[in-house]
């Protein structure tokens, strides 16, 4: 894998800095928290908003509950609480300042195109008196879904939305043919590559960044209209080499 790739320069002229990362357990926010940790910076912390409404416009909801475990798996403190329907920001920006408090300079965000999260989260870091680093911003949806699996992030497909994607995609590896599969239906339908638009969610289950790597042992699925989703019922952990 070649490092210099996933570095940008903006990152590595603050070295050492302790930085807290928003994390919804999909490949975008692991590999934000990734890209940080490469530049030489230190994320302890992983900030979890667990939204009750299934809809949130700001937060990832599908398997939500299970951030527990993956943040133990990679051996970072995990500051997490429950928000009900318009008091998503409003629990966010507590979450920030606990963070803060226990020595977090910075927060991480893993937004790659959204004007709507982008901007309220850089509002809240600037409010809480600290910087905001989005790594992914802007980046191609091509180049960096293809720089997310040479990263050797593991990630399966647990919800789609979209025309083209449906039940079968479940628990699939976000790997190179679905990188290619996922381009071609981009030509046709206009489907955003990296699901920035709802068309797919994924949760992590290996990574660099993982001690132990995370196998699905029960789940059920579900599938309403366009919209299917994978309902993580058990996770199995697996000691790494």
Known sequence: ???????????????????????????????????????????????SVLPSDADSMMFHTPNIEIVDEIALSMRKKLIAARAEKGEELT??????????KQGAEGIVTGAIQSDYQFTRIDMLCHEAG????????????SLLLRDIIEAGIRAVIVATAAEGLGVKHLGRVIDCSFADE?????????????????????????????????????????????????????LEKRKKL
């Not at 975008?28 to 030489?40: A, N, V």
């Not at 600290?130 to 949806?141: I, V």
């Not at 206009?190 to 290996?206: A, F, K, M």
């Open 130 to 141: 600290l910087r905001c680093f989005s790594p992914l911003w802007r980046k191609s949806q």
């Open 1 to 47: 894998m070649r490092l210099e790739r996933h570095i940008t320069p903006g990152h590595i002229l603050l070295l050492n800095m302790k930085l807290a990362a928003l994390y919804s357990g999909g490949k975008d926010s692991t590999y934000s928290t990734f890209i940080m940790e490469l530049s030489g910076h230190e994320v302890p912390f992983l900030v």
């Open 182 to 234: 996922i381009e071609s239906l981009n030509r046709k339908t206009g489907v955003n590559q990296c699901g920035e638009g709802g068309e797919y969610e994924t949760i992590t289950l290996d990574s660099p960044l993982h001690r132990e790597a995370l196998t699905i042992a029960d789940y059920t699925t579900a599938t309403t209209g366009l919209s299917s989703v994978m309902r993580i019922r058990k």
């Open 91 to 100: 629990v966010l920006f507590r979450l920030i300042e606990q963070a803060k």
